[in-house]
């Protein structure tokens, strides 16, 4: 039971450690919150599953509850930050390397 | 100023008892008539901004029932974007084709739009990044880090996959 504890742990240290290559590698802003939604979701989603799993090898079934609890708060508030920062980011003029296509520039050219 | 009715209050009630207790995880008196309390004060305050629609929607077992389904499905499509995105940031490659895709959403209610807004934005390789409405239809700005499809309503199958259909039998 501990070792599936760990292998949840072990995932989610991969995931952080990709998207952290990513946020160093990837070229423009947005490219990196992309790259950071890895490290904010099976990054830590990893971790809090495999801190699930060890509380519960405790038999401590206030702090499992409360660590599934915190995971259901990151996945309802993450999103919202990341799409205002992203919103953000193109009203003030971040610009994009090698946009395929904008339809947003297009619809909104003042913004 | 819209009144709010006391189904909201209530509804809203419920649900902050109810983490109030998962969160205490202790049961003696003292505890629940304080969480009663607070909850109480909290729903009369923010009921009208937490609930727009019918208070009880979510209380259907059938409604119920598909929500925790799409927990797994939801999680399923997490995993496949995930290992997607890692594998792109690890190649030495980097093999990414960004842009900003316009996609129509189908879906009516608030909720809906706003759950399937950031299950998008959740998975990694996609996010939202705004909502319009034009001639009754909802569309979003969706910023894709592989720009598979430009046509809007193949970039929409693609990008949202199953999950607009399960969301439309949870909010319609």
Known sequence: MIYVAYIFM???CFFAFAGTVGVLRMPDAYCRMQSSTNIATLGTLGALLGGFIFSLTLKNTSMALKILFIA???IITNPVAGHAICKAAYKS?????????????RDFPNE | MKSTKFSSIFSTFIFCYLFWILFTWTFTSQELITGAVVSFLVAVLTARFFIHQNA???FNPVRFFNLVLYIFVFLKELWKANVDVAKRALNPNLPINPGIVKVPVGLESEYGMSMLANSITLTPGTIT????????KNYFY???ID????DREKAGDAIKGTLENWIR???K
């Open chain 1, 10 to 12: 072990i995932i989610g």
């Open chain 1, 72 to 74: 259901i708060f990151i």
């Open chain 1, 93 to 105: 003029g971040v610009k994009a390397e090698k946009l395929t296509c904008d339809d947003y520039g």
């Open chain 2, 56 to 58: 009880f929607h979510l």
């Open chain 2, 129 to 136: 990044m705004d909502i319009t409405e034009e001639n009754g």
């Open chain 2, 142 to 144: 969706i910023h894709w």
């Open chain 2, 147 to 150: 720009v598979a499809e430009k």
């Open chain 2, 169 to 171: 039998r949870i909010w």
